[in-house]
T-cell receptor
Framework: DAGITQSPRHKVTETGTPVTLRCHQT?????MYWYRQDPGHGLRLIHY???????DKGEVSDGYSVSRSKTEDFLLTLESATSSQTSVYFC??????????FGPGTRLTVT | AQSVTQLDSQVPVFEEAPVELRCNYS??????LFWYVQYPNQGLQLLLK??????LVKGINGFEAEFNKSQTSFHLRKPSVHISDTAEYFC???????????FGKGTKLSVKP
């Protein structure tokens, strides 16, 4: 357990509204990741960060933005939520040893 | 490009039976390989990883996996499963020390009494 929390754990929102998911870690890990998990797709990388204010796009970044102003916090924002963004979102951290530690997930439903 | 293929989406087995979950990867360069487990309504947890060295890797909860370079496989095995092993298992790969984790689509292991 790498001390990763995600908030909120569950959220229902309407199409077109902005949504921000928060990932908080207490281990001072350098790398942080946002994934989405959908049935039949496994986990797909949305965005990642390799340090404060250093972020990059993953495989499925369209419609998402991220920010990392502090080592411990990594925010994922859906600027205008769509039904295709209904998913379970996982945050993960890594020290640089290739082992990733995952948070408990956020279940987002866009109606 | 690299990808990870988990050949079985669901594997039902009886308690105390052996199990093998299959994983194949495609990559033209050396890779790091991982198996993660996800219990219901939880995040993923690392079971084991192969970075280099011995091709037989032992992990937590009695699981092991063997890296086979010629067959580009990294199958996960356990000689005797328990009800508590019911979960979804994900194979993942990183190309060398660069890049990000690429996950397979997962295999749901269901252990029946």
């Amino acid at each position: 357990d790498a001390g990763i929390t995600q908030s909120p754990r569950h959220k229902v929102t309407e199409t077109g509204t902005p949504v921000t998911l928060r990932c908080h870690q207490t281990e001072n890990h350098r790398y942080m990741y946002w994934y989405r998990q959908d049935p039949g797709h496994g986990l797909r990388l949305i965005h990642y960060s390799y340090g404060v204010k250093d972020t990059d796009k993953g495989e499925v970044s369209d419609g998402y933005s991220v920010s990392r102003s502090k080592t411990e916090d990594f925010l994922l924002t859906l600027e205008s939520a769509t039904s295709s963004q209904t998913s379970v979102y996982f945050c993960a951290t890594e020290t640089g040893t290739d082992e990733q530690y995952f948070g408990p997930g956020t279940r987002l439903t866009v109606t | 490009a690299q990808s990870v293929t988990q050949l079985d989406s669901q594997v039902p087995v009886f308690e105390e039976a052996p199990v093998e979950l299959r994983c194949n990867y495609s990559s033209s360069v050396s890779v790091y390989l991982f198996w993660y487990v996800q219990y219901p309504n939880q995040g993923l947890q690392l079971l084991l990883k192969y970075l280099s060295g011995s091709t037989l890797v032992k992990g937590i909860n009695g699981f092991e996996a063997e890296f086979n370079k010629s067959q580009t496989s990294f199958h996960l095995r356990k000689p005797s499963v328990h009800i508590s092993d019911t979960a979804e298992y994900f194979c993942a790969v990183i190309r060398g020390s660069q890049g990000n984790l690429i996950f397979g689509k997962g295999t749901k292991l269901s252990v029946k009494p």
